[in-house]
């Protein structure tokens, strides 16, 4: 808050986590500007998943702390986390399965206002069912709206995963590899979904697709074995010695350091 | 077809003595006690995602506050009845606190640990609960009129009184699963770890889920014991919980008659083989693995699926 003119969405200080003798995370020191498209990414293995893990409150972290607009987060449970405004997604695509796509929105957009009344029908809930609406329009899923969710195409479930990331209207939304795994044109539609939402939200993405990241991220962190290895702009990211090097010129590199985790 | 049973059901009392044995009232009423004692379990499993194998507990609990209120502190109907009802929701509560901290076969284990725990009290604490004989007593009236009272002495008041508070009981979860609790609960069925993410607090809500399957199964046993004018520990054995399971899975675990439907079928086998054959578990036994197998959504998923395709057949 001192020089900068906003202070930071999220600001992160010696984030340590080891699971047994591996350290995943390793003193990772950052802060995230708000209004920008922040990615992270690195080899397999890096650390960005733990680190979302840590930031979500899923994993406890061993050291350090977590600020987020301000407010200290460190270890908070992951609901209290998300009722103050972070939303996340998850590597392995997951809704609720059995629930229909607009019920998946509802009980989203409702969870931080409450869910104890018993006999109020779901339907009287102006403000979330207007919510419910009104993503369906922002990701084309109105005509997807009945079905089950576990029914969907993995391309669809993905964007239902953001949409339910944007019906809890957090401040800061951390998307773990929201394209994996979709074809050319779902990649498409879901990259200008993002580029649409981050006008309005700040948005963290971890993602493998190094084409994707360069074309939409403001600001790109590169971690490496647990530990940040480099931040800075696409061009000053793709101009980076120690990046090329450590992953993103030597690809045969990113096998080796999977290996050296998975061991 | 609903409005069908549910005339046929309200019209029991006079229609079944016309045709049968009037003692078929008595099985009737007696599927709807064990109905609801499935029903809690089907809250839990159906739609929490919690397996418990532990609601015979409450219903036990339900049957002593009855048995114990009537007899040993001289209650009226219905005080005795809210001492039913308020002994296995206070002991829901306490067991909940442990045992929603688990999930999957963690959770069924504390759930018949639990259970076990408190059958060996209750045959132990003779002074109390009878010990192996249990507890008999003579049946308060539930309303008097002038001179004329009304309770369980008759079988049709006993009959329609079942049949109500059934009724009740499944309507009021029928709205609960069109509230924001009821999908909450269903949100943490399908997916807990995003019901966390999206900021509901698992832990609470389970524990509601359990303390309210407290209370069908408590309010169950509390009416079993009106039934049967006595209370035994022998009910809160788990192979009681266990048949409950069974009748719900059977029936369809996630529907709201799933549970009645599952124990209609297995107490009228039981009722009607039971008198020829001695081995009537075995019929059970082979049904519960049949559906498991081939409809794993029960009887009335696979009823649903019938609806489905003779209606899509005509398009």
Redesign the interface.
């Given at each position: 808050m001192n020089e900068a003119a906003k202070p930071p969405i999220l600001r992160i200080d010696g984030l340590t986590k080891h699971f047994g003798g591996l350290t995943a995370v390793d003193g990772v020191t950052l802060e995230f500007a708000p209004g920008r498209l922040h990615a992270v990414i690195g080899p397999n293995g890096a650390g960005k998943t733990t680190l979302f893990n840590l930031i979500?409150g899923?994993l406890p972290s061993d050291e350090g702390r977590v600020f987020f607009a301000g407010q200290e987060i460190t270890r908070l449970?992951?609901?209290k986390i998300?009722?103050l405004g972070i939303?996340?997604t998850?590597q392995v695509k997951?809704?609720?399965?059995?629930?229909s796509v607009a019920?998946n929105l509802?009980?989203?957009a409702?969870?931080?206002r409450?869910?104890?009344?018993?006999?109020?029908?779901?339907a009287s809930?102006r403000e979330s069912c207007e919510k419910v609406e009104r993503v369906l329009e922002q990701l084309d899923l109105t005509a997807l709206a009945d079905r089950q969710a576990g029914t969907l195409s993995h391309g669809d479930i993905a964007l239902l995963e953001i949409g339910?990331a944007i019906a809890?209207e957090p401040k800061l939304l951390l998307l773990d590899e929201p394209i994996c795994g979709m074809s050319p044109a779902e990649t498409a539609r879901t990259v200008t979904k993002i580029r649409e939402l981050a006008q309005t939200i700040d948005i963290v993405l971890i993602e493998h697709d190094m084409e994707v990241v360069f074309e939409i991220a403001d600001d790109i962190t590169v971690m490496a074995q647990g530990a940040i290895l480099a931040c800075g702009s696409p061009k000053e990211i793709a101009a980076d010695e120690r990046v090329r090097e450590a992953y993103l010129g030597r690809p045969e590199d990113e096998d080796y350091v999977e290996e050296a985790v998975r061991a | 077809m609903l409005i069908v049973s549910a005339v046929f059901l309200v019209a029991v009392p006079w229609l079944v003595p016309a045709v049968a044995d009037r003692f078929w009232v008595n099985v009737m009423a007696e599927i709807l006690i064990w109905s609801l004692l499935a029903s809690s379990v089907n809250l839990l499993f159906g739609y929490v995602g919690l397996l418990s194998f532990g609601q015979a507990l409450f219903f036990g609990f339900g049957m002593y506050g009855v048995a114990i209120g009537v007899e040993k502190l001289g209650l009226g109907f219905w005080p005795a009845l809210g001492l039913g009802v308020a002994a296995p929701v206070a002991m829901a509560f306490v067991a909940g606190i442990f045992a929603v901290r688990l999930t999957w076969h963690y959770f069924a284990i504390i759930t018949v640990v639990f259970s076990l725990i408190f059958y060996f009290l209750a045959l132990t604490l003779k002074p109390l609960t009878g010990g192996d004989d249990g507890i008999s007593f003579t049946l308060p009236p539930a309303f008097r009129f002038g001179g004329a009272e009304f309770g369980f002495a008759s079988e049709t008041f006993q009959y329609l009184f079942i049949l109500a508070t059934v009724a009740l009981c499944l309507y009021a979860m029928r709205r609960l699963l069109a509230s924001p609790l009821g999908k909450a609960f269903m949100a943490i069925r399908d997916n807990d770890v995003r019901a966390s993410l999206i900021g509901l607090n698992v832990y609470w809500l389970r524990l509601a889920a359990f303390v309210m399957a407290g209370f069908l199964a408590g309010l169950s046993g509390a009416l079993f014991a009106f039934f049967g004018r006595y209370a035994s520990a022998s009910y809160m054995f788990y192979h009681v919980s266990g048949e409950a399971v069974v009748w719900t899975i059977v029936g369809g675990a996630g529907t709201l008659l799933g549970p009645l439907v599952g124990t209609s079928l297995f107490i009228l086998v039981r009722e009607v083989v039971s008198t020829h054959w001695q081995h009537h578990a075995l019929i059970v036994g082979a049904v519960a693995i049949l559906i498991v197998i081939y409809a794993p959504r029960g009887m009335v998923g696979l009823w649903r699926d019938l609806l489905e395709r003779w209606s899509g057949g005509e398009k």
């Open positions: 979500s899923f449970a992951p609901h998300s009722r939303s996340r998850l997951s809704v609720f399965n059995q629930l019920d509802w009980i989203t409702q969870a931080k409450g869910v104890w009344n018993p006999f109020r029908r779901t809930y339910m809890a | -």
